[in-house]
């Protein structure tokens, strides 16, 4: 799972997370309830982001009318390079370090 990146950076941004295991049935109850106090939702993946729990939740944010930006972190949909688990987090963005940068960067430009 990527809950070994994401919790340093939830300490450090003082942020609320959810162990999403599973895309379907996707917890509607959970994101509404999300969307009330929070200003920015941000999915990590160890997946492709194109038809992941991102895009499910994307597209619940959507069905909804539910104005609440979203930033998507997974594999993009393109072929990847070789090497240990963590040298490809670390070249994608999606160890602590990558994912802490890729948060605040969004989040300044809010």
Known sequence: ?????????????????????????????CLEALAKDHSLLVSVEDNAIAGGA???IAEYLQAQQINLPLLQCGLPDSF????????????????????????????AKM
């Open 1 to 29: 799972t990527c809950l070994a990146d994401v919790m340093p950076c939830a300490e450090e941004l003082d942020a609320t997370v959810i162990d999403m295991r599973f895309v379907k049935p996707l917890d509607t109850a």
């Open 54 to 56: 991102g895009s499910a």
């Open 80 to 107: 990847i390079k070789h090497g240990t688990q963590d040298e490809i987090r670390a070249e994608l963005g999606l160890d602590s370090a990558g994912l802490l940068k890729r948060i605040q960067e969004r989040v």
